[in-house]
C-alpha cells in the first residue's frame, strides 16, 4: 500500500454514512419540543446542554425524527437532515409549530400585561427534557412497569376468584 491509498482509505474511513436521525418509539406526533439535557449531535445538528430543539417525524421512515434547532450562530434553524440550513419541509413544520405555541401565546401574554419581559421557554406546552436515549430507556421502563403491573392484576383476579369459589363452597 503506498502513501496516497492509504490517505483514501482514511478519508473515507472518517466520512462514514452519517445517521440524521433518532428512533423514538411509542409516539406519532409530527413535532416534539424537547430540551437537552446533555449536548449531543445528530447529523448537522450539534445541540448542547439546556438547549431547546424539536424532533421532526421522518415521513418515509418510521419511528425516525429529525432532530431541529435554533443555531444561533449562523442565526436560523438548522435540521440533522442533508439539507442542514436550506429552507424545507422538516424547518417549515419547526416554524408553523414555534409561530402557533410559541410566539402567538407571548404575544398575546405581552398585550395583556405591562411587562417586556417573555419568558418562551415556559410556554412550550410539552417540556420533556430528555434526549433520545434517555426517552428510550424511560420507554422500556415504562414497558417493564406495565408488566409488572399486569401480572400484579392477574394474581389479584385469580385470588379473588379463588375467595369466590371458597365463598360459593360455604353457601
Ligand atoms: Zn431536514
Not at 419541509?89 to 414555534?98: K, N
Request: hydrophobic share 35%; aromatic share 6%; charged share 25%.
Amino acid at each position: 500500500m503506498n502513501h496516497s491509498t492509504s490517505k483514501r482509505t482514511a478519508r473515507k474511513a472518517v466520512a462514514p454514512q452519517v445517521e440524521s436521525t433518532v428512533l423514538i418509539e411509542g409516539t406519532t406526533a409530527k413535532i416534539i419540543p424537547c430540551t437537552a439535557k446533555a449536548d449531543f449531535q445528530v447529523g448537522n445538528s450539534q445541540i448542547k446542554a439546556g438547549e431547546k430543539f424539536y424532533l421532526v417525524r421522518s415521513e418515509r421512515r418510521e419511528n425516525r425524527y429529525y432532530v431541529v434547532h435554533y443555531n444561533g450562530t449562523r442565526n436560523a434553524y438548522q435540521c440533522s437532515c442533508g439539507c442542514n440550513m436550506c429552507e424545507h419541509e422538516h424547518l417549515s413544520t419547526v416554524r408553523a409549530y414555534v409561530m402557533a405555541n410559541v410566539v402567538a401565546p407571548a404575544k398575546a401574554e405581552q398585550a395583556k400585561s405591562s411587562s417586556q419581559t417573555i419568558v418562551v421557554t415556559e410556554l412550550a406546552p410539552m417540556t420533556t427534557p430528555l434526549t433520545a436515549a434517555q426517552w428510550k430507556e424511560i420507554m422500556k421502563r415504562d414497558k417493564a412497569r406495565q408488566k409488572a403491573e399486569k401480572a400484579k392484576d392477574m394474581a389479584k383476579i385469580l385470588e379473588a376468584r379463588e375467595q369466590g369459589r371458597k365463598e360459593a363452597s360455604i353457601a
